[in-house]
C-alpha cells in the first residue's frame, strides 16, 4: 500500500480519493469499530461531506488504520482503487552488491503487506 516514494496509497491519492469514492457509507461501516468509535463513525455520518470529513483523520492514523482504509476502499470501490493503482511511480532500481550467484526481483503486491526488492539464489 506504499509507493516507491515511501507515501502511503491513502496519503498518494487523497484529492481524487475525496472527489471520485462514492460509496462512502460502505467505506464507513467496514471501518466503524476497528477504525472509528462510535461517536467518529456518527460525526462522519452526519457530515454532508463525509469522505472529506473521514480525511480529516488520517493524518493522526497508524499505518494499520491507513491500511484498513485501503481495504475498505478497494472492497467497495475496486475499479477506481485499480485504476489508481495503475497511476503509480514505476519500481525503484535495485540495490546495489548484486553478485553472480544471486538475482534482484522487484515483486509489485499492492493487495499483501510486501512489496519491493527481493533477491533470489540462483
Known sequence: MYFSSGEHFVKQHRKQLIQ???RVDEVLALLHRDVLDDEQYRSIRTDPVRMRKLYELVPSWDTWRKD???QALKATDRALIE???GKEQPPPAPPEGGTGSSLWVFIPCPSLWYQGWTRILK
Open 68 to 70: 484498513r482504509l485501503y
Open 83 to 85: 485504476e489508481l493503482e
Open 20 to 22: 471520485q469514492v462514492s
